[in-house]
Structures are given as structure tokens and as C-alpha cells.
């Protein structure tokens, strides 16, 4: 029998005060309420209720169970109804990590308007560069840089990354702006300290080999790199989103342009489900207008 089904039987024939009563409510027939009062007193180990002909009246077991009873089946309905419910309206709590670059220039900002959009919604937004895993962490949605591997996760492509070199006024009027990437080598720069040099500096028409710029600085914060080429510290590589500030305003010249890599794909992923709920849906749906390809 099933436990949770024979708890109701229970709890309707103590509010209807009797099994033929109770069974007409429910449908069932009489036999059934039977056998699914007997298999809770079985289940207990005690008697829950005293039936005569003419009345029925609970046990002192019967009376502590039959509260207990009420209190898990009032549990399971407001279970029932928050899930609807969040089925029914974007609420609740989107887990997502985000390359740091993207998810604090370009959609952190961009979360105010979603979020006004839909007040019952909050956003628990990490920043990294690792690889999140999905489903071990429990995030509602990642967005990945790079080509995708075979994956059972949902990936929606957005704008591509492109990356720039840039330098401030001041180290270029000091060392001279390089024309071709074979310049690069009588350069300083400030790079990430997780980069693999010999592939982030690899532009376009560049020989194996060829003498890449010194590093001055090497830190694994993105604005700390930033900071140091205003500075004019040396040549730094980032996502164009990043200092598309400071070469609008002539912070940053950018150099080499015609050299750099192709951009990077992008995508946003999340699991595939046929029952996705509205907060992850309307989230997707807002990034993907956004920032969609």
C-alpha cells in the first residue's frame, strides 16, 4: 500500500467519522478504506482506532498519529503548490558562473534590468575562468569561451569573443608602437598568471618561435592587468568588452590589430529539460536577446 495515500484514507475517516463516509469522499470502496487503516496499524504496530456499528473513536496512539498524519499531508500540499507555483512565474534563485571578463562587464550590469523584470527572481552569479562543472555544483547555467566538446548540456551561442592589444599613449610614445607581431619581442607586457604564453601571444602570421614581449607582471585578477597598462606598464591582451572603455576615451591604443586571432565562440549552456522552469526559461531567453550572435 502506498503510505502517503493510506495517511489520507486515515485522517478522512477521523474527519468523516466513518469509513463508509470516508470512502464515498474518496471514491474508493469501503473494503480499500479497510485495508488501508489495517496496514498502517500495521506499520506502527498499534491499534489507531475503536469501530463499532454505530461509532468510531481514536486510540491514544490514534490521536498522535492522526495530528502527525495531518502535519505531513499539509507539508506535501504546500510542497505541491510552491512547485506549481514556480512552475507558473520565474522565482527563485539562478545559480550561473560566467568567465570573469563577460559576466562583470557585460552581463552584470545587464542583470538590473532582468531583475527588475521579474522581482521574485534573485541571481547567484560566480565569476571564474575555471571550467564549472554543471551538474556537480549545482549551477542553473554556465557560459563557456572556446569550442565545445560533446555535451548533454543545452548550448546556445552568443557573440563571440574577440581579443585586442592594447598600450597606453604613454608606453607607446616611450617604445614605440609594434607594426608587425615579430616586433613584439623588444616589448614588455602584463599578462594573466594562468595564461600558456606561447599560445595567448600567437597572432596571425607569427613564426614558431618568435620572441614574445617581456613580462612585467604577471596577477590573476583581469583589472589588476588593466590598471597596470594605464599605467603604462606594458602591452596587455584582454577581451575587447573589457577595455572598449579606455580605447573610446584614449586610454588604450590598440595595436596589431589586423594580426589578432580569430574571436572565440561563446556559448550559454544549461541542462536539457523538457519541464525547464520559467526562471531558468526567461533568464535564457533575456541573455540570448542580449547577447545572443
Not at 454505530?54 to 510542497?79: F, K, M, N, W
Not at 507558473?88 to 545559480?95: D, E, F, L, V
Not at 620572441?211 to 583589472?223: A, F, I, K, T, W
Request: aromatic share 6%; charged share 25%; glycine share 6%.
Amino acid at each position: 500500500m502506498d503510505k502517503m495515500r493510506s495517511m489520507e484514507v486515515f485522517v478522512r475517516v477521523v474527519d468523516a467519522g466513518s469509513f463508509t463516509a470516508a470512502a464515498r469522499q474518496l471514491a474508493i470502496s469501503t473494503v480499500m478504506v479497510s485495508k488501508h487503516i489495517a496496514a498502517l496499524e500495521k506499520l506502527v504496530g498499534a491499534r489507531l482506532l475503536y469501530r463499532t456499528t454505530r461509532s468510531l473513536s481514536l486510540t491514544e496512539i490514534g490521536i498522535r498519529y492522526c495530528d502527525e498524519c495531518r502535519h505531513i499531508l499539509q507539508l506535501v500540499e504546500a510542497a505541491e503548490k510552491g512547485a506549481q507555483a514556480m512552475r507558473a512565474t520565474p522565482r527563485g534563485t539562478i545559480k550561473l558562473s560566467t568567465p570573469a571578463a563577460f559576466g562583470g562587464h557585460c552581463l552584470a550590469p545587464a542583470l538590473a534590468d532582468y531583475l527588475a523584470r521579474y522581482p521574485d527572481v534573485s541571481v547567484e552569479l560566480e565569476l571564474s575562468n575555471r571550467a564549472a562543472d554543471l551538474v556537480e555544483e549545482g549551477l542553473d547555467a554556465i557560459v563557456r569561451i572556446g569550442d565545445l566538446k560533446d555535451s548533454a548540456l543545452v548550448a546556445r551561442p552568443l557573440r563571440p569573443t574577440r581579443m585586442v592589444i592594447c598600450a597606453a599613449p604613454s608606453y607607446l610614445a616611450r617604445r614605440g608602437t609594434p607594426q608587425t607581431p615579430a616586433d613584439l619581442g623588444r616589448h614588455d607586457s602584463v599578462d594573466f598568471q594562468h595564461w600558456r604564453r606561447d599560445v595567448r601571444w600567437r597572432l596571425k602570421g607569427m613564426e614558431p618561435g618568435a620572441p614574445l614581449p617581456v613580462s612585467r607582471l604577471r596577477s590573476n585578477q583581469g583589472p589588476a592587468l588593466r590598471q597596470a597598462a594605464l599605467a603604462g606598464l606594458g602591452l596587455v591582451m584582454q577581451a575587447e568588452v573589457v577595455l572598449a572603455d579606455d580605447i573610446a576615451a584614449g586610454r588604450l591604443v590598440p595595436v596589431l590589430r589586423e594580426y589578432m586571432p580569430e574571436p572565440r565562440p561563446m556559448h550559454l549552456m544549461y541542462p536539457r529539460d523538457r519541464q525547464a522552469t520559467p526562471k531558468l526559461s526567461s533568464f535564457v531567453e533575456f541573455v540570448v536577446d542580449r547577447f545572443g550572435a
